[in-house]
């Protein structure tokens, strides 16, 4: 049994990056089934493997840290946050694992005094996983159950003084967005989903990606941590770093960029959060 509050973060990370890996392994043994889904509360779909690869996650969660509460997506309701705790998405991107285009990730992230401290993001359908302690570092996802992974350290690349990669959400644009990328010069822009964003700017194969409408925090937490762990930075209004825990209004982000060169901050002019 390990203890978050005693342990190396890279080592928490990598034993998150088993968790999702076999998370990713329920997701890809169901996606081409036959899936019936429902429309939850907020018009959000959720899917049969949402709740699979949840149940398995906290169940190997509360093996290995059996006192630290886990905020889970389809299960916030039933924990609460405390210094340190788990956020949790199981399935990030359930529209395009719905429609096949295997843009989806598992998020997993452990929180210590409102920020990650160790995460993972696995996108099983591509293939790959970015892990998070100390490091940020990469992998493909072995074919072999119990393969080894291969890590490879990740790093953010320096902006370009123009042509900016901007990602954009393939579902979720907004004016308020697109009046902050405005300020940017953006050269290409490319449509990716889910915590995917977050690890494409992490490893320099990108460079902004801004976020004006809502978003929770286990949409954002683990790809927080890995981009910022390569050297970029994840900030709201006036430049501050996002926080997490934020059970009294439901876990919901404010607006936020995430950014591989931190230079390009002060450029941007975040909407305030509603209140």
């Known amino acids: 049994m390990m203890r978050p509050d005693d342990s190396n973060t890279d080592d928490i990370a990598q034993k998150l990056a088993e968790i999702a890996r076999e998370a990713g392994r329920i997701l890809l043994g169901m996606e081409r089934a ?15 493997a949402d709740l699979a690869a949840e149940e398995q996650i906290i169940r190997r969660l509360g093996e290995t840290w059996p006192d630290i509460p886990v905020v889970a ?13 788990f956020l949790v998405d199981p399935l990030d991107g359930t529209k395009d694992f719905i429609n096949g285009t295997g843009e989806y990730s598992v998020n997993i992230a452990l929180v210590r005094g409102g920020r990650p401290v160790a995460a993972a993001v696995a996108a099983p359908a591509l293939g790959f996983i970015w892990i998070a ?10 074919e072999e159950r119990d393969g080894a992974f291969e890590w490879r350290d990740v790093k953010v690349r320096p902006a370009p003084e123009k042509d900016l990669i901007a990602l954009v959400s393939r579902r979720h644009g907004d004016q308020a967005t697109e009046d902050c990328l405005s300020a940017l010069s953006i050269g290409t822009r490319r ?29 954002t937490a683990a790809g927080d941590h890995i981009l910022t762990r390569a050297g970029g930075s994840v900030v709201g209004p006036g430049g501050i770093p996002l926080t997490y825990g934020h059970e009294d209004r439901g876990y919901l982000n404010g607006p936020f960029a995430a950014l591989g060169d931190v230079a390009l901050a002060p450029r941007l002019d975040l909407p305030a959060a509603a209140a």
Not at 74 to 81: L, M
Not at 133 to 142: C, D, H, L, T
Not at 199 to 212: F, H, N, Q
């Open 73 to 85: 997506e389809e299960t916030s309701s039933t924990a609460h946050p405390a210094d340190a705790f």
């Open 191 to 219: 449509m990716t989903s889910s915590a995917l964003k977050f690890c494409l700017i992490a490893t320099g194969e990108a460079d902004v990606y801004v976020r004006c409408g809502a978003t929770m925090e286990w949409d």
């Open 34 to 48: 036959l899936i019936e889904h429902r429309i939850k509360d907020d018009g959000s779909p959720t899917t049969a």
């Open 133 to 142: 302690g100390e490091k940020a570092r990469m992998s493909r996802i072995p």
